[in-house]
């Protein structure tokens, strides 16, 4: 277990970033990497929150009516690699990653039509060696059951990731720097609008800049300063299961209506997930899971008679609009955020951080224009 202190040094740090998911260990990173000094602060542990997951596909959008939105992910997707190799070599942490590709079964004509667009649309906006194809018979009888009744997308751009690893990585990676201060169990209770902070005991501190990357607890601390509802909390089920077999951990990503199955290099395999907008318990599941299990066995036979390992909930950041939002708080130029990427999160997580640290050095940020604030107030 990696070692860290709770200490704040003083004089005031360049930055101090709310939460440390896996945004703001990413933007922790990028900054210490860039020489600045950082308080990061969580209310729980490090990376505890739903960063804490066991799915982590990485996915890439639908490659048809291209946008900027789906050139973010592609460009989050394509360059994930490079820096997760970076953290394995600092760290010796694995991190999981895979470009393990996507099947989706096809169940009906009308998706079947689409699918031909779906694939020339690769061919064009999909820059390198990625592969859209629409296959009539199921390439993986191994892995997957023949549900698709017409037909199988079959992509080689998803990929997967450990999530728990990756970000033991990036927590491994700050504790190698002196210029960064991690403080744990440290709930902020208020934002100022000159980027102060309120701890608990009325204690204060003060940054050149604050980030606040505080997944969906990010949106009641902005609610202060921006006087708006910007978000909300989406929860999600999701469960480790270790099959009696043997399987390739290499095998795709299996998505069919709304399920993934995931093989992890760890022998075990991810399935996800549920989608709650009412809940009053985070980090509990039910029988909506179970249903869900049940449904990943009936495609993938692997899972026949595997046990579960564990079941996880937590609960994602939805900034309203759908879309991440980044940037500096209209009217509070020490203030950024960076948040609410939803399901998608840790694809483009470190593209998130470098846009965020440079919209606090004022730089003119290259984001899709939905993923500005000024789209989400
Ligand atoms: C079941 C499930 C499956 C998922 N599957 C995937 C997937 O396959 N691929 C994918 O990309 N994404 C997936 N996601 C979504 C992804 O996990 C989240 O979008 C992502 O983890 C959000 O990261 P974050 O850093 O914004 O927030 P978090 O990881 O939630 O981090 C925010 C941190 O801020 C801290 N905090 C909150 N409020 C305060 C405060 N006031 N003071 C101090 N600290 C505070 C919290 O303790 C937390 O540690 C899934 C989510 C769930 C629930």
Same mark, same amino acid.
């Given at each position: ?114 699918? *031909?667009?779906?694939? !020339? ?24 059951? $023949? ?30 720097? $002196? ?13 100022? &609008? ?22 969906? &607890? ?61 809940? $009053? ?45 980044? &940037?500096?708080?209209? &009217? ?12 998608? !999160?840790?694809?483009? *997580? ?28």
């Amino acid at each position: 277990m990696v070692s860290y202190q709770n200490t704040i040094k003083r004089p005031a740090p360049d930055f101090i970033i709310i939460g440390a998911g896996i945004v703001g260990l990413w933007t922790a990173y990028y900054a210490a990497k860039a020489g600045a000094s950082v308080v990061l602060i969580d209310k729980g542990r490090l990376g505890s929150g739903a960063s804490n997951g066991i799915l982590g596909a990485l996915m890439p959008h639908q490659p048809i009516n291209w946008n900027d939105k789906k050139q973010y992910q592609f460009e989050g997707l394509t360059s994930l690699p490079d820096e997760i190799t970076m953290l394995e070599a600092n760290t010796g942490i694995e991190c999981g990653y895979r470009r393990c590709g996507r099947i989706m079964p096809i169940a009906h004509a009308e998706k079947r039509r689409q699918s *031909a667009d779906w694939s !020339t649309g690769a061919t064009k906006n999909w820059s390198g060696d990625y592969v859209w194809q629409v296959k009539d018979d199921n390439p993986r009888t191994d892995w997957m059951s $023949s549900v698709g009744e017409h037909g199988y997308n079959v992509e080689d751009l998803a990929a997967r990731t450990n999530p728990r690893a990756l970000v033991s990585a990036l927590v491994a990676s700050l504790v190698q720097f $002196s210029n960064v201060e991690l403080l744990e169990g440290t709930q902020v209770q208020q934002l100022g &609008g000159d980027g102060t902070i309120s701890l608990p005991g009325g204690q204060s501190l003060v940054a050149g800049k604050t980030i606040v990357t505080a997944g969906y &607890g990010s949106f009641p601390l902005l609610e202060g300063l921006a006087a708006k509802k910007l978000g909300w909390g989406v929860k999600g089920q999701a469960a480790l299961l270790r099959p009696l077999q043997s399987f390739d951990p290499a095998s795709p990503i299996i998505y069919d209506n709304g399920t993934y199955v995931i093989a992890h290099d760890n022998g075990h395999i991810a399935i996800g997930s549920t989608s709650e907008r009412e809940f $009053s318990q985070p980090n509990s599941t039910d029988a909506q899971l179970d249903v869900l299990i049940e449904r990943a066995r009936q495609i993938c036979p692997v899972l026949e008679g595997a046990s579960v390992v564990e079941r996880w909930a937590d609960v994602r950041p939805r900034a309203t609009g759908r879309d991440p939002m980044i &940037g500096t708080l209209p &009217g509070h130029p020490d203030a950024i955020v960076a948040t609410g990427g939803f399901k998608i !999160t840790f694809a483009i *997580a470190h593209l998130m951080a470098r846009d965020a640290l440079a919209a606090s050095s004022g730089e003119a940020v290259q984001i899709p224009d939905s993923f500005r604030i000024e789209a989400h107030l």
